[in-house]
């Protein structure tokens, strides 16, 4: 399978996954689908799905919680997993909740939710796998509205001064937070000079672009974190959900159902497949 249609493929498993529970944050996920296509589907990731504690896998760690969909996606189609489990996605008692739990899912390495945390504890198992002398490297998706966290700019400094060149921070830089743009709640414009200033790697590319992002998240500069600011589309997919933040965290009407299906190239049957 083409990379491109493993992200489409990912995208239609966010959307399915989300209309089977409540409380869905589609519009997040959809932004990252290609990012995790290549992390995944494309050798750059290292890992065993059949054995998720292998000893010298890479880890990847989803810091921007919220949109765990597109993580639940991945993982079942990597074959973490049963995909039909995700039928229960914030059921009652299922493990599958609105942000992800470690432990509970096989291929999860952190409960993230509350932002500005999961790119530090990304960048604290980095440093241990160095000072391990393990070859694996960490990779972190982090929101650009997350950003405005300030402990993230802590873990920055952290990661530049432990010379973690096993460390890679993937920006999915949609441009938009919650509620509103970045730029009118706290912009934080030109985050690929922030970030050389702080002592990483940064590459500057086209987070829906497969090629280039295998090529960003491959490179890597001895002594310096990697920094891939991926700009990104929210709601990426779906055509009236893009670059439109009241799809931050809501679920569509019938008539925009049929419109989601279409751009999903999916039929209400294929729906309910997973
Ligand atoms: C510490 C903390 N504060 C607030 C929230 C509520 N919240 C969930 S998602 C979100 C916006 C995140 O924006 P961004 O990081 O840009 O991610 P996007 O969904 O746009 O990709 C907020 C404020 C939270 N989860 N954690």
């Given at each position: 399978m083409k990379i491109e249609e493993r992200a489409l493929a990912i995208r239609q498993c966010i959307f399915k996954i989300a209309c089977y529970g409540s409380g869905a944050h589609i519009a997040p996920a959809l932004s990252m689908a290609d990012l995790m296509a290549v992390l995944y589907f494309d050798e750059v990731l290292r890992y065993d799905a059949k054995n998720?504690?292998?000893?010298?896998r890479d880890f990847f760690i989803l810091?921007?919680?919220?949109?765990c969909l597109a993580l639940y996606a991945t993982l079942s189609m990597a074959g973490f997993?049963?995909?039909?489990?995700?039928?229960?996605?914030?059921?009652?008692?299922?493990?599958?909740?609105?942000h992800p739990k470690m432990g509970d899912i096989p291929g999860v390495e952190a409960s993230t939710?509350?932002?500005?945390h999961g790119m530090l504890f990304a960048a604290g198992i980095a440093l241990a796998n160095k000072m391990d002398g393990k070859d694996s490297r960490v990779y972190t998706i982090v929101g650009d509205g997350e950003c405005e966290e300030g402990s993230m700019w802590e873990g920055f400094m952290a990661a530049a001064y432990h010379k973690l060149d096993n460390f890679v921070v993937i920006i999915?830089?949609?441009?938009?937070q919650a509620m509103d743009s970045l730029e009118k709640i706290m912009g934080l414009n030109d985050f690929s000079s922030k970030l050389k200033a702080f002592g990483f790697s940064v590459a500057d590319i086209d987070g829906h672009d497969c090629a280039a992002i295998k090529q960003a998240l491959t490179e890597r500069e001895l002594g310096k974190p990697r920094a891939v600011i991926a700009n990104t589309i929210k709601g990426r997919g779906i055509s009236f959900m893009e670059g439109k933040p009241i799809w931050h965290c809501r679920m569509p009407n019938e008539e925009e159902m049929e419109i989601a299906l279409a751009d999903l190239h999916m039929t209400a049957e294929e729906l309910k497949i997973l």
């Amino acid at each position: 399978m083409k990379i491109e249609e493993r992200a489409l493929a990912i995208r239609q498993c966010i959307f399915k996954i989300a209309c089977y529970g409540s409380g869905a944050h589609i519009a997040p996920a959809l932004s990252m689908a290609d990012l995790m296509a290549v992390l995944y589907f494309d050798e750059v990731l290292r890992y065993d799905a059949k054995n998720p504690a292998w000893d010298d896998r890479d880890f990847f760690i989803l810091s921007k919680g919220h949109a765990c969909l597109a993580l639940y996606a991945t993982l079942s189609m990597a074959g973490f997993f049963d995909s039909n489990e995700l039928k229960t996605f914030t059921h009652s008692g299922s493990r599958f909740g609105g942000h992800p739990k470690m432990g509970d899912i096989p291929g999860v390495e952190a409960s993230t939710g509350a932002l500005g945390h999961g790119m530090l504890f990304a960048a604290g198992i980095a440093l241990a796998n160095k000072m391990d002398g393990k070859d694996s490297r960490v990779y972190t998706i982090v929101g650009d509205g997350e950003c405005e966290e300030g402990s993230m700019w802590e873990g920055f400094m952290a990661a530049a001064y432990h010379k973690l060149d096993n460390f890679v921070v993937i920006i999915d830089y949609n441009k938009y937070q919650a509620m509103d743009s970045l730029e009118k709640i706290m912009g934080l414009n030109d985050f690929s000079s922030k970030l050389k200033a702080f002592g990483f790697s940064v590459a500057d590319i086209d987070g829906h672009d497969c090629a280039a992002i295998k090529q960003a998240l491959t490179e890597r500069e001895l002594g310096k974190p990697r920094a891939v600011i991926a700009n990104t589309i929210k709601g990426r997919g779906i055509s009236f959900m893009e670059g439109k933040p009241i799809w931050h965290c809501r679920m569509p009407n019938e008539e925009e159902m049929e419109i989601a299906l279409a751009d999903l190239h999916m039929t209400a049957e294929e729906l309910k497949i997973l």
